[in-house]
């Protein structure tokens, strides 16, 4: 065999298993894109979770509040109206001594209804509870969309992956790593917010 006949069969062999390398090398691709979009959509998942509880414990909370602060006028009115009878003298001896402890009972339980930091059950501490179970809602809320643009990405560049395995397109290849690039960009923006995205 003269060394062109052999240059000739190697490249000619060289053309043979190449299709079979992109091949292999296009699968072991998609497999990673398709693990990446698992993340991506337990992220998504993990962060809707969290919005969902988050919301229905801010409501909650803020339920709460409004509750204690019902009562709070009630005790507040109460007050006023016995304060209103002892200074008008109305009330005999006796009863003007219960009224007066009513009174200052009275003030008592509105004043803790106000700020409560032994249970933390108070009005102040409800609203700072009710604002962090919001500020939590608001962060998972932010985090949604790029998980959701991940997952979006991901599929089409899993989409263009298979294409081009059966064209044995590089550049089809080439466009789904692009796009599977931009999803992992986004992904890690819904773990860690770097970058919030307008609504």
């Known amino acids: 065999m003269e060394t062109s006949e052999i240059a000739e069969h190697i490249h000619h062999g060289h053309h043979e298993h190449h299709p079979d390398r992109f091949r292999r090398f296009a699968a072991v691709y998609l497999g990673i ?37 019902a009562r709070q006028v009630i005790y507040e009115t109460a007050a006023d109206q016995l304060d209103l009878q002892l200074a008008a003298g109305t009330l005999p001896g006796a009863a003007a001594d219960k009224a007066g402890a009513l009174v200052k009972r009275y003030r008592d339980t509105a004043k803790r209804y106000e700020s409560d930091p032994e249970k933390g059950e108070g009005k102040r501490e409800l609203l700072a509870k ?15 969309p790029n998980f959701e643009y991940g ?31 931009i999803g ?5 923006n819904g773990y860690f917010l770097l970058v919030p995205l307008g609504h």
């Open 151 to 181: 997952e979006a990405l991901f599929q089409i560049a899993i989409v263009l992956g298979s294409v081009a395995i059966v064209a044995a397109s590089g550049w089809l290849i080439g466009l789904s790593a692009a796009l599977a690039v």
């Open 130 to 144: 009710a604002r962090a179970w919001e500020a939590r809602r608001n962060h998972a809320d932010a985090q949604i």
């Open 184 to 188: 992992v960009l986004f992904t890690v």
């Open 33 to 69: 894109v398709a693990m990446l979009l698992a993340i991506a959509a337990l992220g998504g998942n993990e962060a809707t979770k969290e919005m969902l509880s988050a919301n229905i414990q801010a409501a909650d909370t803020y339920a709460f509040y409004q509750a204690k602060n």
